[in-house]
């Protein structure tokens, strides 16, 4: 079964911290995502890579940075961690054209 | 740039009523279209997929159709039950550079 993983389902940081959220798939896909999901906003695409060591700034990027290192595992990270950050981030891995989510992390920025 | 519109929620009906979610994209070229299914507390699964005009996806009782000419790929299911209760997300995807591009979801909530 095709899977993909984040490390954590909740989270609770302080305004300021540095956060790291990791997500691994385990399918050999090329590409990878993260999301963040706000409602009535949809699913709005922070950041992709393409292949190890690529990334490229979806639409909102602006103060989330990314790493890959390895095909499998894609790191989102919030350089300082703002309120206005709280959200549902959502991590997906494709091959081609379809795209598999993991769980999701719901993110709280207090 | 591409873009996905659907229809508001949410959606309210009863059970073994008619379905139909309305969806449609902007897009340059010629996308892949999908619905995906957000039930309470997980993440998204893909429901159906349509490559190319006049495609048609299904799955579980679920189907869409890609209308080109109408750049729409509306959901529809002929008799929803209880269980269908999710929010349902429309997209596409750039042939070229494989981003995934969501609508705003739609909330459907069926009564029993």
């Known amino acids: 079964d095709v899977k993909v993983t984040q490390s954590s389902r909740y989270l609770v940081k302080r305004t300021g911290e540095k956060v790291f959220l990791e997500c691994v798939q385990d399918m050999d896909h090329e590409n990878m995502f993260w999301y963040r999901q706000d409602p009535g906003l949809g699913l709005r695409l922070i950041y992709f890579s393409y292949d190890v060591k690529m990334k490229e700034k979806g639409d909102i990027p602006e103060g989330y940075s990314v790493s890959r290192e390895k095909k499998e595992r894609f790191s989102l990270i919030l350089e300082s961690a703002s309120t206005n950050q709280t959200s549902m981030y959502l991590c997906?891995?494709?091959?081609?054209?379809?795209?598999?989510f993991g769980q999701g992390t719901r993110l709280t920025v207090v | 740039g591409d873009s996905v519109t659907q229809m508001e929620g949410p959606v309210t009906l009863s059970e073994e009523a008619f379905l139909t979610i309305n969806c449609t994209y902007t897009a340059t070229g010629y996308p892949s279209l999908f619905w995906y299914v957000q039930y309470p507390g997980e993440g998204l699964q893909l429901l159906l997929k349509a490559t190319k005009a006049d495609d048609k996806g299904s799955n579980k009782g679920f189907e869409a159709t890609y209308r080109k000419e109408t750049t729409s790929f509306h959901l529809e299911k002929g008799s929803v039950q209880v269980s269908d209760s999710a929010v349902y997300f429309c997209a596409l995807s750039d042939h070229s550079s494989y981003k995934l591009i969501f609508g705003s979801g739609t909330r459907l909530l069926v009564r029993p």
């Open positions: 997906a891995s494709s091959l081609n054209t379809e795209a598999f």
